[in-house]
């Protein structure tokens, strides 16, 4: 079993940047590929950014250049920094794990980004 806490939302002004923070409980994060999601009211859960277990990265292409998927195995961590944030980035932040063996998926408890003047 895998627990997520998400941490760092918050309001923050158009251009300005975040970080966000997931933590994994549990065992064996090494063997998790780690990602951010997002989703605003009324929309689908969409795939932001994704950091597998041998480092490799994948974005969608709205953050490309701004947003930095990153992961600390040592301290079972996973981050989003987002730079020059728009309104559009906007909604709830959720972390995911995805054990690369058996495919379980976990999913944290969402943390709110709004950007906004």
């Known amino acids: 079993q895998v627990q997520l806490v998400e941490s760092g939302g918050g309001l923050v002004q158009p251009g300005g940047s975040l970080r966000l923070s997931c933590a994994a409980s549990g065992s064996s994060f090494s063997t998790l590929d780690m990602s951010w999601y997002r989703q605003a009211p009324g929309k689908e859960r969409d795939l932001v950014a994704r950091i597998t277990t041998t480092g490799s990265t994948n974005y969608v292409d709205s953050v490309k250049g701004r947003f930095t998927i990153s992961r600390d195995n040592a301290k079972n961590s996973v981050y989003l920094q987002m730079y020059n944030l728009k309104p559009d980035d906007t909604g709830v932040y959720y972390c995911?794990?995805?054990?690369?063996?058996?495919?379980?998926?976990?999913w944290g408890q969402g943390t709110q980004v709004t950007v906004s003047s």
């Open positions: 995911h794990a995805r054990r690369v063996v058996s495919g379980t998926r976990y």
